[in-house]
């Protein structure tokens, strides 16, 4: 955030990383029904619950193709030879405006908690803004690929 001149409100300035992390479910996703409901390695992605798997493969390296947990890099280049860099770019797009409606949302608590951890500025936005904040944006894509915020982390 950008510490305006002469009020002290914080105008946001956000970046977005470009290479998240993505978790694959180590047992082939089937649309819930009442037999399957129950089988969490087809419906979480969680960590906690696919490394137990005989499926889940670790990572080794830098081979972003392989293993249950992969680059964002990698899943948005999988994207663009599946379904076109045009369908690549427009999830882009809808992932970039997720985060921004998120980080509206959660604008005034963050400057509230700025505000109650550094005093106020008498410098008139001289001394600019004095901290950052890292947030974890979990997403979840539909079969129609459109993102849909999950959680996020404040501690990622």
Known sequence: SVLEPGTGALSPRYFLFQDGLVRLCTTEYVAPTADNIDEKR????NYAINKKSKDFVQN???DDGAGSKRSLRWFLEHVGECHGEKERDKLWGK???LCVKMGLAVHPTLEAEYHQVFPRDHSAGAMGCRCFEVLGVDVMLDAHRRPMLIEVNHLP
């Open 60 to 62: 080794d390296g830098d």
């Open 42 to 45: 087809m419906h979480l992605t």
């Open 95 to 97: 992932l970039a405006g």
